[in-house]
T-cell receptor, first 113, second 112 residues
Framework: DGGITQSPKYLFRKEGQNVTLSCEQN?????MYWYRQDPGQGLRLIYY???????QKGDIAEGYSVSREKKESFPLTVTSAQKNPTAFYLC????????????FGQGTRLTVV | GQSLEQPSEVTAVEGAIVQINCTYQ??????LSWYQQHDGGAPTFLSY????GLEETGRFSSFLSRSDSYGYLLLQELQMKDSASYFC?????????????FGRGTSLIVHP
């Protein structure tokens, strides 16, 4: 079955540690996105990538980093510079730059203690 | 920049019809999408409007008025399973890329 896989579903880390969230898709989509979701705040764009080896900052990129070395993979690293990293992180992809429809993974809930 | 406004919560009874409104401000508007998200789950795509008018997909319909920067999602014959959050998302442009911006979401509560 085609889809987007995020792992792990739940992640706990100590404050000050970097952590990498995985996002893999087998839909052959060019564009991939990372969103952060906090209660009552909707989805906020962290980073996006329209093509392999290229990515752009979204609205809240500070304290995060990404890579896009393969079309299928778009990992997100939450660094120690992110002041409030506890949140629900969603990865999405769309077939092309037009992005009329986005397909989401099941999300990773990160808790930093 | 882009911004969207939608009600934070809507309640209705099973079998009823409910309308969730969305107003937006954006540069380079290209379309309005709607997504459904159940608690703790992934958002799933419902509909997309690029042109004015009503798009119908089963019990769900979506409307767009570009001149009013306004759209709505209409849910008919409500079922308990429709209790979820609904997000509108506007597709605007940024440096040649089409980036979706999401509203804060509307929590729909369906009562028996």
């Amino acid at each position: 079955d085609g889809g987007i896989t995020q792992s792990p579903k739940y992640l706990f880390r100590k404050e000050g540690q970097n952590v990498t969230l995985s996002c893999e898709q087998n839909l052959n989509h060019d564009a991939m996105y990372w969103y952060r979701q906090d209660p009552g705040q909707g989805l906020r764009l962290i980073y996006y990538s329209q093509i392999v080896n290229d990515f752009q900052k979204g609205d809240i990129a500070e304290g995060y980093s990404v890579s896009r070395e393969k079309k299928e993979s778009f990992p997100l690293t939450v660094t120690s510079a992110q002041k409030n990293p506890t949140a629900f992180y969603l990865c999405a992809s769309s077939p092309d730059r037009a992005n009329t429809e986005a397909f989401f993974g099941q999300g990773t809930r990160l808790t930093v203690v | 920049g882009q911004s969207l406004e939608q009600p934070s919560e809507v309640t209705a009874v099973e079998g009823a019809i409910v309308q969730i409104n969305c107003t937006y401000q954006t540069s380079g508007f290209y379309g309005l999408s709607w997504y459904q998200q159940h608690d703790g789950g992934a958002p799933t795509f419902l509909s997309y409007n690029a042109l004015d008018g009503l798009e119908e997909t089963g019990r769900f319909s979506s409307f767009l008025s570009r001149s009013d920067s306004y759209g709505y999602l209409l849910l008919q014959e409500l079922q308990m399973k429709d209790s979820a959050s609904y997000f509108c998302a506007v597709r605007g442009s940024s440096g040649g890329s089409y980036i979706p911006t999401f509203g804060r979401g509307t929590s729909l509560i369906v009562h028996p």
